[in-house]
């Protein structure tokens, strides 16, 4: 006999997530249930964390950024673009109205797919996830908790719940290349922040890889050729930014594309990315 | 189906019966499985043809509804996750049917050809112009972006919110 839970408070979902072992949880379904319409699973007894408040909320302080994991793409787009507008930027390119005010931020890290669209921007702000379980809270960082292609390291029983970065100020660009400009799987994504306190660029790459990519060489390029003053660098530095970020990625020929597109794709787009956060390219 | 709770515990409910509120009104859902789409559910069990099924992955927005007033996909909804929740269908936008001039607008400027996209189309159109009355080509195009229609090319269900736009301006001058 199939069971469900529907709780309203986070303790309620945490305790009924460690209650059996073949417990699922499930957030905005945009892949769970078409897993189950496609006959691919056979959910036996699930939690359903669309109604825990606790988890769709978010506070941008001013050092930290702390995100539930029941953010939907839409409250991203809507709500986050001032603070966060890399993130606002892949969330906006996510499917399509319909699936940005489903789809949530902790699926995002919990499915995994290595299309992932935001978690380019996450692992490139160093954002670490907030897992509550039958044996308390821990923390990881993202870029360790997914560990392959839809394969994560939450265990068995815990929620994510949270996600917490450091608040960075400066500009911030997602692009992605794909087929149209809405309802779109990604080719090849990246994620930039630039960090004008601390004088770091930081970027991650989606969808080039089994897991997102940091491309923390072409980081170390970049960051020593920028006048951060000015805000400004050499158009060598930034071909050369490119190519390195073109080079941390392992993509793969599949149905969507080819694995020498992918990486002159990542090139292209970093470029671009990293053009459009300067305010001159000399 | 109730969801009792002790302390911080919740309980699991066996997924046999339970109610969701369509329209308005509540409707009994029984001898259910856990895996069942709000889309099955309300097409196949509760007797509201309208949503369509297609792709059954998200795609292509014709099994658009609205809940708790957000438009989904309702073939991305598991149907036992609904129950509490408003669900409104293209059977039931508003209860005086105020969307007819939605409709009349997609007949009359033809952007219904073979028609099995319209009602999601209808729904992410009331749920757009409920939002931005006076959205203009762009914006009508993004929220329009998750509909697929494979028969108009767009074009005259891009003329026919332009068109309901215009009469409902007109209408409130």
Redesign the interface.
Same mark, same amino acid.
């Given at each position: $006999?199939? %069971?469900?839970? /529907?709780?309203?408070?986070l303790?309620?979902?945490v305790?009924?997530a460690s =209650?059996e072992p073949d417990t699922e949880l /499930?957030a905005?379904? @945009?892949d &769970? =249930?078409?897993e189950? !319409? &496609?006959g691919l699973?056979?959910?036996?007894?699930?939690v =359903?964390l669309?109604?825990v408040g606790e988890l769709r909320r978010w506070q941008v302080g001013d050092d930290q950024v702390v995100l539930g994991a029941g953010t939907t793409y @839409?409250d991203m787009v809507e709500r986050l673009g001032d603070d966060l507008p890399g993130l606002a930027a892949a969330a906006r390119t996510v499917?399509?109205? %319909?699936?940005r !005010?489903?789809g949530t931020l902790g699926g995002n890290i919990a499915t995994a797919s290595p299309a992932g669209d935001a978690l380019p921007f996450l692992v490139a702000a160093d954002a670490v996830a907030v897992l509550r379980g039958p044996h308390g809270d821990r923390e990881a960082a993202v870029a360790d908790l997914i560990t392959g292609v839809k394969r994560t390291d939450i265990g068995p029983g815990e929620v994510v719940v949270e996600v917490r970065m450091p608040r960075f100020r400066g500009p911030q660009q997602f692009l992605k290349v794909g087929t149209? !400009?809405? $309802?779109v799987i990604a080719i090849a994504s990246a994620a930039l922040v630039v960090d004008v306190e601390r004088h770091q660029v930081r970027g991650a790459l989606g969808s080039v890889a089994p897991v997102p990519v940091r491309i923390r060489r072409a980081e170390e390029l970049i960051n020593a050729e920028i006048d951060w003053e000015a805000l400004t660098a050499p158009a060598a530095a930034v071909d050369a930014f490119a190519a390195a970020a073109a080079e941390a990625a392992s993509p793969i020929t599949d149905h969507r594309s080819t694995a020498a597109y992918r990486r002159r794709a990542v090139e292209v787009i970093c470029a671009r990315a990293l053009r459009r956060c300067l305010t001159r390219v000399d | 189906m109730s969801t009792e709770t002790a302390g911080e515990m919740v309980a699991f409910e066996p997924v046999e019966g339970y109610q969701l509120t369509v329209n308005g009104t509540g409707m009994v859902v029984e001898e259910a499985w856990l895996g069942e789409s709000l889309l099955y559910v309300l097409r196949e069990r509760l007797g509201l043809p309208g949503s369509k099924n297609a792709c059954e992955q998200g795609e292509c927005g014709s099994c658009s509804v609205l809940l708790d007033g957000a438009v989904v996909c309702s073939c991305c909804v598991l149907a036992v996750d609904a129950v509490g929740s408003d669900v409104r269908t293209v059977e039931g936008l508003t209860a005086s049917g105020e969307v007819a001039d939605i409709q009349d607008a997609l007949v009359a400027a033809g952007g219904v050809q073979c028609g099995f996209c319209t009602p999601g189309f209808v729904v992410a159109i009331y749920d757009l112009l409920r939002r931005s009355p006076a959205a203009g080509d762009l914006e009508v195009r993004e929220a329009l972006s998750g509909n697929l229609c494979r028969c108009t090319g767009y074009g005259r269900i891009l003329e026919a919110v332009r068109q309901v736009e215009e009469r409902r301006a007109l209408g409130n001058g």
């Open positions: $006999m199939t %069971q469900v839970a /529907l709780p309203r408070t303790d309620e979902a305790s009924a =209650c /499930l905005g379904g @945009t &769970f =249930c078409v189950v !319409n &496609f699973r056979r959910p036996h007894r699930v =359903c669309r109604r @839409t499917g399509s109205p %319909q699936i !005010n489903a149209r !400009n809405a $309802m | -």
